[in-house]
């Protein structure tokens, strides 16, 4: 008797918390999770973002994710990170950070067990979402983070962010 072997296809989701809810995004398009940083503030940056931060170097956009979905803003707390993330956005490439109040886990997780995000009694914008997957008695949804940016804000993300430039000691170093 031949035994059939059926191999489920599982993707990798981080879980994470804003303020009582837990979503989670494909841990593909996450590079890495830091402790909070010092975060600096830019002038007449949109509201959604929470400024910059020199990551290794690098200048890094933050961003409040609590606004995209219509939550108060994220208040700093010992257990507050930052995801840092990339995306493709309409064929644009950016590198950007999401500020979580918390990290959990991460949930391997079959794709025919994330249910289609209802459109009726959802708080959050469904564009903004997956699906929602049940985890025990609690559900998770699933971030489609390219989709939290869109289009305008990655333009101003890639514009308003000063560039680091070597300074002439650095340059001389080289």
């Known amino acids: 008797m031949k035994v059939e072997e059926t191999t489920k296809k599982l993707t990798s989701y981080l879980s994470f918390r804003l303020n009582d809810e837990e979503f989670a995004t494909n841990v593909g398009s996450v590079m890495s999770i830091l402790e909070m940083p010092k975060i600096t503030k830019l002038p ?32 700093i707390t010992s257990s507050t990170c930052i995801l840092v993330m990339e995306a493709t956005v309409e064929g644009q490439y950016i ?52 989709n939290v940016l869109m289009a305008d804000e990655v333009a101003i993300l890639s514009t308003s962010i000063p560039e680091i430039i070597p300074d002439e000691a650095d340059q001389q170093n080289n």
């Open 44 to 75: 007449n940056a949109p509201s959604y973002m929470r400024g910059i931060i020199n990551l290794r170097g690098e200048v890094l956009p933050v961003i409040d994710i609590h606004y995209k979905f219509g939550l108060p803003e994220a208040k």
């Open 95 to 146: 590198k950007f950070g999401i500020l979580v109040d918390s990290v959990n886990e991460v949930h391997e997780i079959e794709p025919s067990k994330i249910a289609p995000t209802p459109t009726l009694g959802n708080k959050y914008r469904s564009d903004f979402l997956e699906g929602i997957y049940q985890n025990n008695d609690s559900f998770i949804m699933i971030v489609d983070i390219e």
